[in-house]
């Protein structure tokens, strides 16, 4: 029998269950030592090397909020759930170079990234810059609609994002291989049947400097 869902999802993090995730809950996988700088449950990444770190425990079930903040138009970042283990270790202890893990990703994209990238006549169709949901390399998931054109992403169904040098507020809830994003307060994307179901959470660096803060998670049943 699967594990009931609140009904009404605490997304701003307060009541019973809910812990803050500091450095010690997570190990760099492959970003210089210089890439991620904590205090308390805020960490800044200066955005070099692109890389990842990750949660030192697999997870399952949970819910997990994230405030980020883009310091300079057209960033690029992405919080990973249900990051493949045995590829993260691979990646740490260089057996694999991959610069990115496998695992189902919520993109953190500024919104002057779709504008950079139509300077050269390209067509911004396949993503957007308001949390698209979607498996990365041998994960697996089946997005909520609306899609993008290979079906591949979950689109929102609202566009809530604020741009850079503003903070904005990510409730991500994992319940039995399903996926759901809130952003500043309206659930916008998502999917299910995600393959694998379980592993560990991941912060990314991807060549832009940004703040995380109040990084904050509740283990569920």
Not at 170 to 192: A, F
Request: aromatic share 10%; with cysteine.
């Amino acid at each position: 029998m699967l594990s009931a869902e609140p009904a009404l999802p605490t997304i701003d993090g307060t009541g019973p269950g809910w812990v803050d995730l500091t450095s010690e809950d997570f190990v760099n996988i492959n970003c210089a030592e210089d890439t991620w700088s904590w205090k308390g449950n805020s960490v800044s990444c200066t955005g070099q090397p692109v890389g990842v770190i990750a949660t030192k425990e697999n997870y399952t079930n949970f819910e997990l909020i994230v405030e980020w903040c883009h310091h300079k138009p057209a960033g690029n970042s992405g919080v990973f759930v249900w990051g493949i283990p045995s590829i993260l270790t691979a990646m740490k202890e260089g057996e694999d170079k991959r610069a990115l893990p496998a695992g189902i990703e919520v993109q953190v994209l500024d919104l002057d990234y779709k504008t950079n990238y139509e300077k050269d006549g390209k067509v911004a169709d396949w993503f957007t810059c308001h949390g698209d949901v979607f498996p990365v390399a041998e994960a697996k998931l089946t997005p909520f609609a609306p899609l993008s054109p290979n079906k591949n992403r979950s689109f929102p169904t609202a566009e809530t994002t604020k741009g850079h040098g503003e903070w904005n507020h990510y409730y991500i809830r994992c319940i039995n291989g399903e996926v759901r994003l809130w952003v500043n307060g309206v659930e916008v994307s998502g999917g299910n049947q995600a393959e694998p179901a379980t592993g560990q959470i991941c912060l990314e660096s991807e060549g832009s400097p940004i703040d995380f803060r109040n990084l904050k998670i509740r283990v569920l049943p």
